[in-house]
């Protein structure tokens, strides 16, 4: 059980509501605000920044004094029965989405079912707008009686994984080595360390920092010296920033070096000329050797320094094609890896060619890798973004 913030609220909100037919936005903001947005995608869900109280430390959950509204647009063109309507649409709406937050993350919300307050508003907000707000307390667990770093972690889903790891727990750093241990699957020998000794990513107690990109010499990575999967498909998981500094060469968000075929894959963002920021996949096994830039990709810069997101790349063999997710959107390439990775090394931050050839090094941070042995599900790749998202 993983304690909760306005943050993972609004996140857990916000999947509810893309997961609620019928349902097109979410947004959070006080009521008074109601007119900073033109152009509203309704029906809409806009819940207040909650307050919260916490009557029992022992008890460890925290009590948010919610506020919600769920509205549709009023038709002048449409009879009075059709406005009175509007309010058991929305009713219903609030009821599908509040299913799905009940839900979410295994129940660790709890709904106060007797705090349910219920108010029918008409000619709301400059769109002139009908609906219900909601008052309501939800429990969720409290950063003042839970520490997240003993707290078990688990992903939403977990088969064929291959190592989950994140930087709040398991990490050994000194001057010239970083050993980073996977919290599942259990029991795991997929270490990460360091790729060169005297090039060590700055750890600072949750994520790791890369500010070393030299071109053609030794740059910032951390590596699993040794992985093999059981087919031509996997998936990887990074919560990243990727910064927007200039750099020399193009990054490398990660890659397979070669293998005793010659084969590799990498997945680097391109520095440069009017592709700079895109994402671009190199690939090279039995079969061809591809190139795609991505110019629907832009990843420079892809979140903050204090607000990370997650991207996913999983190569699909079975369905011929590589899919790229961002916590903004999906996209496909023809290109994928054909062959099985056997032995191979996994590089994220860096590009290796040979033992004294590492370059096009990194610039951002990192704070959690999962890696599947299986192209995943979207529906399954859903999840996890979202599980990233509150981690």
Request: proline share 4%; glycine share 4%; charged share 20%.
């Amino acid at each position: 059980m993983n304690y909760k913030s306005i943050r993972n609220i609004f996140s857990d909100f916000s999947t509810a509501v893309s997961n609620t037919e019928g349902l097109n936005q979410l947004y959070m903001f006080d009521e008074s605000e109601i007119n900073k947005i033109r152009n509203y995608n309704y029906p809409v869900c806009i819940i207040e920044p909650p307050n919260s109280r916490v009557s029992d430390i022992n008890r460890a959950y925290e009590e948010y004094e919610m506020v919600c509204f769920i509205l549709k647009p009023e038709r002048k063109d449409k009879s009075d029965i059709y406005s009175i309507s509007l309010y058991d649409d929305c009713m219903s709406l609030f009821h599908n989405m509040m299913k799905k937050i009940l839900a979410v993350r295994d129940g660790e919300y709890i709904l106060n079912e007797d705090s349910i307050q219920i108010e029918r508003i008409s000619k709301f907000g400059a769109d002139l707008t009908r609906g219900v707000k909601l008052t309501f307390t939800l429990l969720a667990p409290s950063a003042l009686g839970f520490a997240s770093s003993s707290v078990p972690i688990s992903l939403p889903y977990e088969t064929n994984l291959k190592g989950f790891y994140l930087a709040s727990s398991g990490v050994s750093v000194n001057y010239n080595s970083i050993l980073w241990q996977p919290l599942k699957p259990l029991n795991s020998t997929l270490n990460i360390t360091h790729l060169e000794s005297d090039k060590i990513a700055s750890f600072e107690g949750e994520v790791f920092s890369f500010e070393n990109p030299i071109t053609f010499a030794s740059s910032e990575a951390l590596q699993v010296p040794s992985i093999s999967f059981s087919s031509a498909s996997f998936t990887i998981f990074a919560k990243v920033f990727i910064s927007s500094e200039p750099t020399t060469d193009h990054m490398t968000l990660f890659s397979f070096s070669k293998d005793a075929q010659e084969d590799y894959f990498r997945a680097r963002i391109t520095s440069g000329g009017g592709n700079d920021g895109n994402l671009t996949l190199l690939i090279d096994d039995d079969t061809s050797t591809t190139q795609d830039i991505l110019t629907s990709v832009d990843l420079k810069p892809y979140g903050d320094s204090s607000n990370l997101k997650t991207i996913a790349i999983v190569n699909d063999h079975i369905n011929q094609k590589t899919i790229i997710y961002t916590e903004d959107g999906t996209n496909e390439v023809a290109s994928f890896r054909d062959d099985t990775i056997s032995n191979s090394e996994f590089i994220f931050g860096a590009t290796k060619l040979n033992p004294g050839f590492i370059y096009q090094g990194f610039v951002g941070s990192l704070q959690g890798l999962a890696i599947y042995d299986e192209a995943v599900s979207a529906s399954n790749v859903s999840l996890i973004i979202n599980k990233f998202k509150t981690l």
